[in-house]
């Protein structure tokens, strides 16, 4: 971790140093953004925050206070409007996003209180679709192909590192449960990100938690017709899983016989 760290430092300072001497480092706007996590299960291939909490740093030279730390929920759909607000460009009217201008400058500002992320496919094999919403504390995760043996599963125990199984089983509760779970996962995964920020006990179907999951279920519905998602139509996500399936052969993906058609049928 410290050498990952050093290097991104360094790397980093040498762009920036780069920069400075070019002479345009007072009119540049910075942006840095990491990967979304590493190619895992728990990773960028879900809904968990290993994949979708990634390192965002933005600095404007003349705009942008040095320091500011905030924790409202951002995305990186808010770049583009952050962009065009910080460089006078013509606003584009229905963007998705939001300027981040007043949070660089650390000034109040009556923000989003839901953030909403998706999950389809990754490798043109690994399917297994989530819809998901969260606000300051908590996380839902709703799984489209509920109970159904997720294909990344299997991907990545026989991929990535020696005796993972094993490692799994011998790690005790609550990660083994946790790893059981993404294996068939149920329809809904409902986190206490402030208490259980790895998002290893589920809480959906706690009694205590019920209003908390109808209020998030409710905003994932409305999201998800307002955005048009194509697959509120249940039929399109059997459509899909039937097309990648097709590419199997003898248990391991074969790119060369992936005939995707969704773009027909997806937002008819």
Same mark, same amino acid.
């Given at each position: ?62 705009? *942008? ?9 951002? *995305? ?126 589920n809480l959906a179907d706690a009694s205590v938690h019920r209003k908390t999951l109808e209020r998030l279920s409710k905003e994932l519905q409305r999201w998800r017709e307002s955005t048009n998602d194509p697959m509120l139509n249940h039929r399109n996500v059997l459509r899909l899983k039937e097309e990648v399936d097709a590419c199997m052969v003898d248990g391991q993906p074969?790119? *060369? ?12």
């Amino acid at each position: 971790y410290y050498n990952c760290m050093s290097r991104l430092d360094t790397l980093i300072g040498d762009l920036l140093e780069v920069l400075e001497l070019s002479g345009k480092a007072d009119n540049t706007i910075v942006a840095y953004i990491g990967d979304h996590g590493a190619d895992m299960l728990r990773g960028k291939r879900t809904s968990y925050e290993g994949g979708t909490r990634v390192p965002f740093i933005m600095r404007a030279p003349g705009l *942008s206070k040095k320091g500011v730390v905030r924790h409202e929920l951002v *995305s990186l759909l808010d770049l583009v409007p952050t962009l065009i607000d910080l460089t006078g460009a013509s606003p584009i009217s229905n963007l998705p996003g939001r300027s981040l201008t007043p949070l660089m400058q650390d000034k109040p500002v009556d923000w989003r209180r839901y953030l909403f992320t998706e999950f389809h496919i990754h490798s043109a094999h690994n399917f297994y679709p989530q819809r998901t919403v969260q606000d300051d504390r908590y996380k839902l995760i709703l799984n489209l192909l509920p109970g159904e043996i997720n294909p990344g599963y299997q991907f990545t125990n026989e991929r990535f590192f020696d005796n993972l199984i094993a490692t799994i089983e011998q790690a005790g509760e609550p990660f083994t449960g946790a790893y059981h779970r993404m294996r068939a996962p149920p329809k809904y995964e409902l986190y206490d990100l402030n208490n259980d920020p790895h998002e290893f006990e589920n809480l959906a179907d706690a009694s205590v938690h019920r209003k908390t999951l109808e209020r998030l279920s409710k905003e994932l519905q409305r999201w998800r017709e307002s955005t048009n998602d194509p697959m509120l139509n249940h039929r399109n996500v059997l459509r899909l899983k039937e097309e990648v399936d097709a590419c199997m052969v003898d248990g391991q993906p074969d790119k *060369s016989k992936l005939k995707l058609t969704y773009t027909d049928y997806f937002f008819e």
